[in-house]
């Protein structure tokens, strides 16, 4: 037989309870504060359901009423400076975080809404109905709160998508020397998804100030916690990636607030991430204003016997047990926080001239339809004082080694620069060489990654936002995007313009093409049609040395998140840099014609640019050469596409990749759009085929354009014109 051994994780993880000690500790300030917040809340909450029953929230109205403890409770004994987000049932832990900040976490039940508490009321309530003096302009609505004064870092309508960009915020109060701290909300349904989990092993290997805090309860819209997972302890999470956990009655706050406090501890000292897993139930559907029971999957009972223990209630027989407040008092605290809603009401909300007996939002309180794209990227300001890439004196090197000084140079120049990726701190410099001697000259500013492109990437997302930090991360292959997908797009591609406009979001993805290695349908995409279709992205795609180093140099000052795209064919291509330190810029809207001509304007990017001027040479055809280097929406240099297009009144876009994902699909769709007048005929492109790359030789050449489909297209191009 053989030996059998019982294994232990070696990690805690307790059942926290108060007892009546625990109460009478407390004392009344505590006490006091978390009951008038919990008040405040809960007439919040029922403001929002009665106007959404009025049909004035446009939009879901995701109730928090019977989670409050939970929110209340974790949050009421935190700094301003710690950082909390959530997910789309997220107004309560939103607004315990702005009523702590603004009262300092003491708040008198006797006498709970100052004149800011009162403005966070009503700001809340209007970014709730879509108003201008929404904390985020009206934009985030319901599900995205955002109020960075207060360490509201933004709620979350993914699932679990807030909790990589938590991980990034802690990173940064790690890194920048503070002791602050960064909980992430999240509820039964999210603890299944990968990004959560990802983030927690980020959390735990890196030791980094993050809560992962679990509001069970119990039900994914109408799905039972039972139906999804095996063990419905959800803070058993914790036991897999070594990381402490605290199981509450999420109905009793004061337990969430000693858990916390006990969690708090651990973080402060820089002992890494905790959980914490609270027992909470909604009164309501997922959305609106009617129990789960009149859909048919909770009973009344079961909603009957939450509603016994109501947190504001359990809160109140304490303190009334020691004496603290009377009936009376609880009664009245109740009034004047249905009365601070209804004066915020009052401000957003008018009778409807039209309709007797109906209300209206006061129309001048919208925002102006002019501002509907604002703010989803920022406008480049922030490059006008510095010089422009200067290549009067040269030296000559290889593409990759330019990468890699280039780099070198700005994290020299700007301590805030971190590079982070799957073996960029290892290999002399990662897969090709891209990162190399970064490690050795920036201890702890180059990390190597787990196999984990959503959790890190949407930690670099956290990090961006925080603003003490530019994170540069590579993907080693632009398809692990997919991986990623939610916060690429979703999160960093979003955050500016969804959150009000304001808020920078200064990151670096770069990644690199490789058709033409044998890596296969997985490995070879070219991501720029993708990322073109995707709001607040910029994009740069040099096809020489010293065009990367002013790309780079300019995406690395700019506050919006910036692709950058190599292609492999390149990286051991010699060409000029300039001399001396790598400072200048490239700025949006500087395409360069490589080749002047009057027949056709051939348009293209990367290592395509040298198969077209390839394909010129071989055909004889006049063609002028355009070298795009930006290619997002907001950054092409239209001057000098239409300058060649009104000469050559013909164009050709040349592509390496599958038409599937084509980035000359939008631009030919755009040049057509813009400059009908000036063509003689449709636009024509070049492009891979349909498939994406394989791995066999043959089949791979197939698969994507060189010099030879190039001469094809301007071949098709010449006989459309006659051959003149």
């Not at 009365?339 to 009401?345: L, S």
């Not at 702890?444 to 997302?461: H, Q, Y």
Request: charged share 20%.
């Amino acid at each position: 037989m053989p030996r059998r051994r019982r294994l232990e994780t070696g990690t805690d993880w307790v059942q926290l309870t108060t007892t009546p000690a625990d109460w009478k500790a407390a004392g009344p300030d505590l006490l006091g504060t978390m009951l008038a917040e919990l008040h405040l809340i809960r007439a919040f909450e029922e403001t929002v359901l009665a106007l959404a029953a009025e049909g004035l929230v446009h939009g879901p109205a995701h109730s928090s009423i019977g989670q409050e403890g939970g929110a209340v409770g974790s949050i009421v004994g935190l700094r301003s400076t710690d950082a909390v987000n959530g997910s789309h049932r997220g107004h309560h832990q939103f607004l315990a975080k702005a009523l702590t900040h603004v009262t300092g976490g003491a708040v008198d039940p006797r006498d709970p809404v100052t004149p800011a508490v009162q403005t966070v009321l009503q700001r809340t309530l209007a970014e709730i109905l879509g108003l201008a003096q929404g904390y985020c302009r009206g934009r985030g609505g319901s599900m995205h709160l955002q109020w960075f004064e207060a360490g509201a870092l933004g709620t979350n309508a993914i699932v679990g998508g807030g909790a990589p960009m938590a991980a990034g915020n802690a990173w940064a109060q790690k890194h920048a020397g503070t002791t602050d701290l960064t909980v992430n909300y999240f509820g039964d349904g999210a603890s299944q998804i990968g990004s959560v989990l990802e983030s927690m092993n980020l959390g735990s290997a890196w030791r980094l100030p993050v809560c992962f805090f679990i509001e069970n309860n119990m039900y994914a819209v109408s799905t039972h916690v039972e139906e999804i997972t095996a063990d419905t302890r959800l803070s058993v999470r914790g036991q897999g990636f070594s990381i402490p956990g605290w199981r509450v009655d999420g109905m009793d706050p004061l337990a969430v607030y000693l858990a916390m406090t006990e969690a708090a501890e651990r973080l402060r000292a820089g002992e890494g991430a905790t959980i914490i897993e609270a027992d909470v139930y909604r009164y309501f559907h997922q959305n609106g204003p009617y129990p789960g029971s009149a859909f048919g999957y909770r009973t009344k009972q079961e909603e009957a016997d939450w509603r016994a223990r109501d947190p504001l209630t359990r809160v109140a027989a304490e303190m009334h047990t020691l004496g603290q407040i009377t009936e009376d008092e609880v009664a009245e605290l109740r009034a004047r926080s249905q009365a601070a809603m209804e004066a915020a009401v009052a401000e957003l909300i008018e009778a409807d001239p039209d309709r007797d007996g109906r209300r209206r939002i006061r129309p001048e309180l919208w925002p102006d339809p002019s501002f509907v794209d604002v703010g989803i990227r920022g406008d480049a300001s922030e490059l006008e004082e510095l010089p422009i890439l200067d290549a009067a004196a040269t030296r000559e090197i290889t593409f990759v080694d330019a990468v890699a000084e280039v780099m070198a140079r700005r994290m020299e120049t700007d301590e805030r620069i971190v590079v982070l990726g799957e073996d960029v701190h290892r290999l002399k410099g990662g897969t090709n060489g891209a990162t190399k001697g970064l490690a050795e000259r920036f201890p702890g500013r180059v990390v190597g990654t787990p196999i984990s492109e959503n959790g890190f990437f949407g930690l670099a997302g956290g990090l961006a936002l925080d603003g003490r930090f530019r994170p540069v991360v590579e993907f080693m292959y632009p398809d692990f995007m997919w991986v990623a997908a939610d916060q690429v797009f979703n999160q960093v591609g979003k955050a500016r313009h969804m959150f009000g406009g304001d808020n920078p979001v200064p990151l670096v993805l770069r990644t690199k093409v490789a058709m033409g290695s044998g890596y296969g349908s997985q490995h070879l995409m070219d991501p720029a049609g993708v990322f073109a279709t995707a709001p607040g992205w910029r994009i740069v795609a040099p096809s020489t040395a010293a065009d990367y180093v002013g790309l780079m140099n300019a995406a690395l000052a700019l506050d919006d998140p910036v692709l950058v795209i190599e292609h492999v064919d390149l990286y051991n291509t010699v060409s000029a840099v300039p001399d001396g330190d790598l400072d200048g810029i490239l700025p949006p809207g500087r395409a360069v014609v490589r080749r002047e001509g009057s027949d056709v304007t051939v348009v293209s990017y990367l290592s395509m640019v040298g198969h077209a001027l390839e394909a010129v040479e071989q055909t004889g055809i006049d063609a002028e050469v355009i070298d795009l280097r930006w290619l997002d929406r907001a950054s092409l240099d239209w001057t000098t596409i239409e300058a060649s297009v009104r000469k050559t009144n013909a164009v050709l876009i040349v592509e390496q990749g599958a038409r599937g994902t084509s980035y000359g699909a939008w631009l030919a769709d755009e040049i057509q759009r813009r400059l009908f007048d000036w063509l003689d005929q449709p636009v024509e492109r070049v492009t891979g085929g349909e498939a994406s790359p394989s791995i066999s030789q043959v089949l791979e050449r197939a698969a994507i354009a060189r010099t030879e489909e190039v001469v094809a297209g301007l071949e098709r191009v010449r006989a459309a014109w006659g051959g003149r």
